[in-house]
């Protein structure tokens, strides 16, 4: 859908003027002050939160298509900041506006590369949640498109801000040469569609959907449960998978993999689900090897892992989570625990400010960040055909896999298509 169209429907998508209170602070630093914007309120509030508590950034536009959850959110930045804010159901309206300096996306992962193209045409910084991508073909347009239009794009993998101390340890040499690693995620998710995160009634659904075709009632399953539908996310992989994942390519020093599997299924409850909620999917990269465990629907409580990730080298184990870490020897003996600044959300998005004013360099580009959200797009491939993925490690192409190039693009609903 194009700009021009977009602002038609302005009035149709907005939810009233601007909103405006007397300025409780000024800019420390005139000229350095970011004017932002954020897309999607659910997992966007975290970046509402984190935007405030940072000095020098104002958020001029929120953007959500429940109605709900976009009074809840205008209520939390007209509470905290004293410049105006305008809320809005379509968040193309606000592209124009050439005073905004950068985009957050938080929406569905359907919505994350056609709308950070859409924002960097636009000539806007953008920060883009993980996985960053839904699909391989996505994956190599939203790098494609930082490039071509010369916009700072920072994933949302905040581990790459939190662990930079554990990881500059291992890399160090703490535990010798490093030959493996593994990840784990343990939850209790109960079964899908029962409208624990019900939308309100007033939810624009055409704007929700965006760039995919439909495929069914959707409507039971969101705010949060079309992550375990094909159609519509990316399963356990790319909800939390990307995060260990990521962690374990950058320690490791891996570009790309040479072989991956994925095997699994539906254990725990019986229904729409469709994604594995209990697996390991492993990946051969030549000299090295990783893994990612993942037990969505029970907690394994009488097994406690050492870390988030955990590395074996010839001369031990290192364990990682959040910004803490452990070293171990040989023989299991802790011999020190190290702690990294950590910062949550406000340490990761205050990279990505501070690159835009040329004062750091990014923590998560999009193309070192997209090369850790392909492991989960090749698991999930390897899982829907039940294949071993084989892959050039030096360019990163799949090989001869014909019933995985059928999963490398999607289908998108006619104008919506994103282009570079």
């Given at each position: ?48 939160r ?11 536009y929120?953007a959500?298509?429940?109605p ?41 992962n ?26 391989p ?23 790459r ?25 343990y ?7 029962e ?19 439909s ?14 539908l ?51 999917a ?8 990783m ?8 907690t ?6 050492a ?19 452990t ?30 004013r ?13 090369k ?23 360019t ?17 609903r ?7």
């Amino acid at each position: 859908m194009t700009r021009r169209s977009a602002l038609q429907r302005t009035a149709a998508f907005s939810l009233g003027a601007a909103l405006s209170m007397p300025k409780l602070r000024a800019a420390d630093a005139p000229g350095r002050k970011l004017r932002v914007a954020v897309v999607a309120l659910g997992r966007g509030m975290g970046h509402v939160r984190a935007l405030l508590s940072l000095p020098d950034v104002e958020i001029a536009y929120l953007a959500e298509v429940d109605p709900k959850r976009l009074e809840i959110g205008m209520k939390a930045v007209t509470e905290k900041q004293g410049s105006s804010c305008q809320g809005v159901r379509d968040f193309r309206t606000f592209l124009d506006d050439k005073s905004l300096d950068a985009v957050f996306i938080a929406t569905p992962n359907f919505w994350h590369t056609p709308a950070a193209i859409l924002a960097m045409k636009a000539g806007k910084h953008v920060y883009v949640e993980k996985p960053g991508s839904s699909n391989p073909y996505e994956s190599e347009l939203i790098v494609k498109a930082a490039k071509k239009y010369d916009r700072l794009v920072q994933m949302g993998n905040q581990r790459r801000t939190w662990m930079k101390e554990g990881i500059a340890e291992l890399h160090g040499g703490a535990i010798g040469e490093v030959r493996y690693a593994r990840s784990f995620y343990y939850n209790a998710r109960g079964p899908i569609g029962e409208g624990k995160l019900k939308a309100d009634p007033g939810i624009d659904w055409d704007m929700w959907q965006g760039p995919v075709t439909s495929d069914g009632d959707i409507k039971p399953f969101v705010h949060y449960d079309w992550h375990w539908l094909w159609h519509w996310g990316n399963g356990e992989l790319g909800n939390n998978g990307i995060h260990m994942l990521d962690v374990l390519r950058w320690g490791l020093k891996v570009e790309y993999p040479e072989r991956v599997t994925y095997m699994g299924n539906r254990y725990w409850h019986q229904d729409k689900q469709e994604t594995p909620d209990t697996g390991v999917a492993v990946y051969d990269c030549g000299k090295v090897g990783m893994e990612f465990v993942q037990s969505s629907c029970h907690t394994r409580s009488a097994e406690k892992p050492a870390g988030e990730c955990v590395f074996y080298g010839e001369n031990g184990t290192m364990a990682l989570s959040g910004p803490n870490y452990t070293i171990y020897d040989s023989k299991g003996a802790k011999i020190k625990d190290g702690k990294g600044a950590g910062g949550d959300d406000a340490a990761h998005i205050g990279n990505f400010l501070e690159a835009i004013r040329g004062n750091q360099k990014l923590n998560s580009p999009i193309e070192e960040g997209q090369k850790s959200t392909m492991l989960c797009h090749w698991g999930n491939i390897a899982y829907r055909t039940n294949t071993v993925v084989r892959i050039d490690p030096k360019t990163g192409k799949m090989i001869d896999n014909p019933a995985g190039e059928k999963l490398w693009k999607r289908e998108y609903r006619p104008g919506w298509e994103p282009t570079v």
